[in-house]
């Protein structure tokens, strides 16, 4: 979706602004809203790329005016709302109104450490044959997908070669949508800053984006 | 994608409208089962203490000490970093980038906050934020000057946008003059921004 999220070449933001000593979290509602977020996915059952494609489904001028945490609720509501787990009438009145959904997994204290140690990688075994290598040119694809997707605009349309190969990992186009994870060959491609952005960009730049299969088309 | 100082009056009395949405959040969550209170303030003890970028300035410290290990972290960071016991979420694929005369690295992620989290912890507020996502990848140049870093005009700059779960270390140069230190000492001048490449490493002068 080209959506707010995919922010790679706006202008007008302004400066970076760095803060000295930056603590972890600014207040306490974040880190509740950190530790809510990650424990909730275990009952909630959602993906990564769920997560993501929930966040990105704010309208743009909300996306924008939220800050990180607020964006990260405002996707935890959205999700628990569809699943039916928690409804914006509970959460607007502090209370339980229907009963819990049951079954529900619960991420327990002493499963904490190993899962965060666990991660969930995303590479998965090939189940199709490796079409690119590195050294080929390859055009990033025009495609503007209603859906979540992890090419970014910048690169659509635009000639880069591929500089390294990462084995199949999870599609987040289809995981988004809980169309399975169809596991696609993960490449990293290298575009020329000038190819990106015109000749008046930086000569000795260039910006690689890790790309799946299906996002390129050899040329 | 405003600073959160512009609106959280936490320091007052009152309470802030997403306090008291995340507590009325918690609460329902609480009295419905879902979350177990010991985890959730485990999951944040975990990334306000034992997770963050101390953990990847022993890499970086033990790269520039041994040779041997630097040559494991290019070329294989996910088995390198888990020699230290750095694994899982959110660098469960690790790709370390090396910093030379010729190449400066940055990182960053323009669809999201995608980050290392098991060497950097959670991401600052400004690596999420609307302005670096923005330009990292338009202007690096004039991003790293606002950093205080002035790279030589030829500097071949790469910059790594993680659009999938692949996690990017940069491996800042040892500065000179650390010739004699010891693994634990040069640590000390691994800053998290020159893991990032926003920055570059300490010189000897500034930590002693």
């Known amino acids: 979706m080209n959506g707010a999220q995919d922010m790679g070449g706006m202008m007008g933001f302004g400066p ?8 972890v979290f ?12 990650l424990a909730m996915a275990v009952p909630g059952g959602w993906n990564i790329d769920q997560s993501r494609a929930a966040r990105e489904s704010l309208n743009p001028a909300q996306y ?20 039916g787990l928690v409804t914006p009438e509970e959460i607007e009145s502090g209370k339980a109104l229907q009963p819990a959904k049951a079954g529900a997994n619960v991420l327990e204290a002493a499963r904490v450490e190993s899962a965060l ?6 590479e998965r ?6 079409r690119l290598k590195v050294g080929d040119r390859v055009l990033a694809r025009n495609m503007h997908p209603l859906g979540h997707t992890r090419l970014p605009r910048y690169v659509r349309g635009h000639l880069g070669a591929i500089t390294h190969v990462h084995g199949a990992h999870v599609l987040p186009d289809s995981h988004a949508t809980g169309g399975g994870e169809n596991p696609q060959w993960l490449y990293t491609v290298r575009f020329e800053a000038q190819e990106l952005w015109g000749e008046a960009a930086d000569p000795s730049a260039s ?13 | 994608m405003h600073d959160e100082h512009d609106h959280d009056h936490d320091h007052g009395s009152h309470l802030t409208d997403m306090e008291l949405r995340v507590r009325a959040l918690e609460s329902v969550l609480l009295e419905k089962g879902y979350v177990d209170p010991k985890a959730l303030d485990l999951l944040i003890e975990s ?4 997770i963050g970028p101390h953990n990847g300035a022993r890499v970086v410290a033990k790269a520039w000490a041994d040779p041997d290990y630097k040559a494991r972290l290019l070329a294989d960071a996910s088995s390198a970093i888990a020699e230290l016991g750095y694994t899982g979420r959110q660098g469960e694929h690790m790709v370390a980038l090396e910093n030379t005369d010729e190449v ?11 980050y290392p989290w098991p060497v950097l912890g959670l991401p600052p507020v400004w690596y999420k934020s609307a302005p670096y996502r923005s330009r990292a990848v338009l202007d690096p140049r004039a991003v790293l000057a606002e950093f205080g870093v002035s790279l030589p005009p030829h500097k071949e700059i790469k910059v790594w946008d993680s659009t999938a779960e692949i996690r990017y270390l940069v491996l800042p140069q040892r500065p000179a003059g650390a010739e004699a230190w010891r693994e634990d000492e040069l640590s000390r001048l691994v800053t998290r921004d020159s893991m990032i490449g926003t920055g570059l490493a300490k010189s000897p002068s500034e930590v002693s």
């Open chain 1, 16 to 23: 970076v602004a760095a803060e000295p000593d930056e603590p």
């Open chain 1, 117 to 122: 140690a666990r991660g969930r990688p995303t």
């Open chain 1, 125 to 130: 075994p090939p189940v199709a044959p490796q």
């Open chain 2, 47 to 50: 990334y306000e203490t034992r």
């Open chain 2, 104 to 114: 400066h690295n940055l990182v960053v992620c323009t669809l999201c906050s995608c």
């Open chain 1, 64 to 83: 924008l005016a939220k800050s990180y945490y607020e964006i990260w609720i405002a996707g935890l509501e959205k999700l628990m709302a569809e699943r």
């Open chain 1, 26 to 37: 600014h207040a306490d509602w974040e880190r509740r809203a950190f530790a809510l977020t």
């Open chain 1, 207 to 219: 910006v690689s984006v890790d790309a799946w299969e299906s996002y390129l088309e050899p040329v």
